[in-house]
Each structure stands twice: as structure tokens, then as C-alpha cells.
């Protein structure tokens, strides 16, 4: 684990062989190299500030473990602060006081919204919990046929009115469908928006409120950069998030957007995609990101 | 980071603007070096660093153009062209087909739409939409899971046949790990080169503006299996600064073609350094 940070780390403690302890002077080129690490894994730039200021806190601030170099103490102390940041452990998909349990997806075009309303709803299935999807992108070409093929795939209703409804009523009424047929849990699928679009997330904010949903899961693409934390601020801020979910991450990015995502939101990340398939689907943990932030 | 008349304060000013826009580490610091260098070469105040700074992001973004003798996007006459378009899941690459179909066809080229995802949920129904919308036939195989190099082999017979200007590909998205997708996007590249001898082939990979990083290593592996020609960068109508563009262009020379600025079949522009470097740095 952590090789590639490790080795880079090794130089800097080269200089500090001998010295037992970290101490504020020889700590500000291992602090530099964690910053680097963290750029390079696309964690937004005053993300890291903040990140870095807290980990050179708890250095300062750490016992001197005997037969422990400061190197692996240090490396320990940044992946510690990692993991509790991004929450320490899975949290679950909140249950519903009352069914049917209503999870709204919600995010910018194309970061997977969709594949993930039809992966969660397959995950639930399998856990014997039913499900109906609700197809409220009246936008994007085709968005509602791919919503009932996925649907058709995986065996779980969909509930649509066409491209000519409004979303909010899609929405309204597919809740009341759920609830007539004894539904579990109703998972929204909306069309992809760009935080800044003041038309589109004012759409989102009255879906919300037609629903009152039980989650409000913010889907964001793995491979995403800075941008991640402008989108979480708004999302939250404008719509209020829950959690959200980490799609695409079986490819070779490293992910700091989660970190982004944690920080600025304070909400988990529950899930995440790792393929493209129906059933790609994982519960988030902690640890495991922190690694894959950190091993290069 | 490399000496020169910028101070501490400066240089941190400079590389917060260039972090923020996802230029990344390496290339932030390749700039900053550079453009120390240049202050003190040039001896020009610090002050006039922003300028300076502008000129060298835009030879960066530049500088692949200057290796080709024909540096406008622009179909060749009397040939089929062929435009073929990937890149990685969800970036917008069947939208810009669309929008290069509307943009084709209000130029007087006639245009064919090949619609080789063959994999995604209702991929085909999308581009069919945008046929639709442009008066483009699109060349498609219903069957479930067909091979898209035969789809695309269909697409050639029907622009040869119908006298097309351009052959739009559309393709499914990939990520670049996955070794048998990039393997068969290399098989969809060999039957144009074999079936369209005498095609002009563009080969266009499309980022999303939003990407962090992993753009770099999109472009990377990209190169290689679909014999990449230029980038599309989509989704600037956002507020995300697309700022991979410029190790992309610094590492593998690809000149950035067209920006995507919306969802609608008129936002899509073709590029200019200049508009590109002043909404990054703003
Ligand atoms: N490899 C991989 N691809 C994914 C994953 N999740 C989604 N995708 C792909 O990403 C692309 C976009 O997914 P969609 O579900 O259509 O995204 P969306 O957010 O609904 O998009 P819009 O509705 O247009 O905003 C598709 O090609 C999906 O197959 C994942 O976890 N891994
Ligand atoms: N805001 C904005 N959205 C865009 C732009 N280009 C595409 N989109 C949206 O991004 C989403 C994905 O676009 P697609 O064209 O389906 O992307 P794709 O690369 O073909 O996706 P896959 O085939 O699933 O890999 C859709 O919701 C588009 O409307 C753009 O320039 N700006
Ligand atoms: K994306
Ligand atoms: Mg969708
Ligand atoms: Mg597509």
C-alpha cells in the first residue's frame, strides 16, 4: 500500500535520518509531497489546503512510537486523516419511516444517473425489496427508452409519461403509483444539470419537494476534477444532499473527488459504480478509497 | 519551483488559477518554469506576468497546429471523409455527432450517421433521435450485442453508395483500462483503414471539460488504438475550465478542434486558443 507515496517520501526522510522526531521544520517537504499526491489525484485544490493544514496538525501533534520511523507515522497519520475525512465506515441507504422509501438521483449530464437508478434498483431486488423506477428526464433524447430497457433487463417497473409531462408531475405521480401498487422503495431518475442552471435546479428543488424523498443522492463520475467540489457546494446547498454515489471507478482514475465530495458536503459516499453493467454496484468504504487516493 | 522574477506570493497567485482549472500538477509547474524563464529573458516586470502567462498557454494549445500543413477542421471535396468520435462513458460524443451532422448539413455536406454503440441502453434510439433532428440517415443493427465494426462496415457501403461527404462514427464509450474494448475500438479503426482506402479520416477524441487527470491518460491510450487526429472538449458551457486540454496538447500534440457548449444542436464551436486561455484564467 501506499508504495508510490512511500518512495517519494523517502528522499525527504533521508534528510531526516537520525532525527526521531517530527517537528515542524522537517515535516514542510513531506507535507509537499501529500499535496502533490493529492493534486495529482484531482482532490480540488482547496480541498488539499485544508487537508494538508489538519494533517501537519496531527503530526505536530503525534506521540513518538518507538520502533515506528517517522516515515510510516507520518504515511499512517495521512491515511488516518484520509479515512476518517471520507467517514470511516459504509453508510447504508436511509430506510423510510413509513413506505414507499423515495431515493432521488440527481447530477450533471452523464455522470451516470441513470445506469446507477437501474444498479441500485437491482441491488434492492436482490436484498427481496421492490422497486419502481421513475423516468422524469423529459430531455435528453431517448433518456426514457433507456431507463425501460434497463428496466426490462432487470425485471423492475418503470413509470413514465412520455416526453411531453413535466418532470414534477412524473414524479408526483410515479410516488403515488408506488404507493398504490405497496412499492418499497422508488428511485427518481433525473436529467443531467448543470449546477449554474438556475431553471433546471429550481426543476429539481420543486421534484424534491413533490416527493420528499428519503435520500437525496448526488451522482458524481469518478473521473471528475476540481469541478466536483463546485458541484457538491451547489447540489447541497441548493437542493440538500444525503449522499451520493461514485460511479465509473472501475477505471484507472484515482478518485479524489470522493474526498471533495465529503468534505464539503459533510454527507457519505454510499455506493459506487464499477461498470457498466446492471449489476456493477458497490457499497462505498472508506479505507478502500483512501488507498486509491493514495497508492500511485 | 524554478527561480525568476515572480515572487512566493506570485507564483502561488499563478498556480492556484492553474490547479483550479485542472491543469494538473506536472503542466502547472511546466508553466511556471516556462514563464519564468521568459520574464527573464524578455525582462519583463512582473507585473505583465498575466499576459505572458496567456501567450505561453496558447502556443501549448497552438503548437500541434503548427505541424500540419492543412490547419483548418474542414472536409476534403471530392472525398468521403470519415469522422470518427470516442472517448470515455457519458463525455458527449453521440450529442456532438448531432451537432456535427446540424453543422455539416447547414454547410451544403451531405451526411451519413453511423451508429456503432452497439452496447448502451437505447444508444442507437439516441443517435436515431439526432438523425432526426439533423434529416440524417443513420446506419444501425438492431440485434442485441452486434459486432460495431460491422455496423461501421455497413456505414462505408452507405456513404459510398449514397455519394456522402462525411461518415459521422458514433461509438460506445470506454474507459481506456479496459484492454478488450480498446482492442475492439483498434478493430473498428482497421476496417476503415482497409474499407476507406482513399477516405480522409479524422479521428476525434471527445473530453468533457469536467475531467480531471485521467484525461491525460484517456488521451494516451486513445492515441493508440483509434489513431487520434484532434480532441473535442464538451460541456464548457459549465463553469468546469476543461484545463487537461493543455497537457493533452502538450503531450501528445493533439490539436483541440471544437468546443461543446450545451445540449442543443447549435453549441458547438469550433476552437480558439485565445477564448479558451481567457475563460481559463478568468
Ligand atoms: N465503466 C462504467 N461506465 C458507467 C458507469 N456508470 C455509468 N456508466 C456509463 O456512463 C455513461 C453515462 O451513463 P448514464 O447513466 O447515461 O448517465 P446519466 O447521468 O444518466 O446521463 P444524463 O442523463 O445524460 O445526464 C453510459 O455509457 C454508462 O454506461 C460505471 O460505473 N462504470
Ligand atoms: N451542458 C452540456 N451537456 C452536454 C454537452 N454535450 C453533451 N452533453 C450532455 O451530456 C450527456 C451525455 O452526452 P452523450 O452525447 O450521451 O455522451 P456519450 O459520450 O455519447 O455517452 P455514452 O455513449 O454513454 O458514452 C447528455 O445529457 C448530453 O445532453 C455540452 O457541451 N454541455
Ligand atoms: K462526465
Ligand atoms: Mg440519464
Ligand atoms: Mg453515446
Redesign the interface.
Known sequence: MFDALAERLEDTWKKLRGQGKISQSNIQEALQEVRKALLEADVNFQVVKSFVAEVEKNALGAEVISGVNPQQQFIKIVYDELVKVMGESNAPLAEADKPPRVVLMAGLQGAGKTTATAKLALYLQKQKRSCLMVATDVYRPAAIQQLITLGTQISVPVFELGTGANPVDIARQGLEEAKNKGIDTVIIDTAGRLQIDQEMMAELAQVKDAVNPDEVLLVVDSMTGQEAANVTRSFHEEIGITGAILTKMDGDSRGGAALSIRTISGQPIKFIGVGEKVEALEPFYPDRMASRILNM | IGQGPLNQNAIEQIE?ML????V???ATEYIVNTLQNKLKEESIASEDAIASLKEILQQVLDEPLQKLTKTEFEPEAGKLNIWLLTG?????KTTTI?KLAHLAKTSGYNCVIAAADT????AV??V???GERTNTPVIANEGKNTDPAAVVFDGINAAIARNADILLVDTA?R????KNLMEELAKIRRIIDKKAVDANIESLLVL????????L?QAQVFSEAAQLTGVVLT?L????KG??ALGVSRDLGLPIRFIGAG?GIEDLRPFSSYEFVEALLS
Not at chain 2, 470515455?88 to 458527449?92: D, K, P, Q, W
Not at chain 2, 474507459?175 to 479496459?178: I, R, V, W
Open positions: 492556484a490547479y483550479s482549472a485542472d494538473g500538477y506536472e470515455v462513458n457519458g463525455v458527449g448531432g452496447f448502451r441502453a437505447a434510439e439516441q436515431k433521435v439526432w464509450g474507459l481506456q483500462n479496459k468533457d471539460a469536467t475531467l480531471g487527470q485521467n484525461g491518460k460541456k458551457d459549465g463553469t468546469a484545463g487537461v445540449e
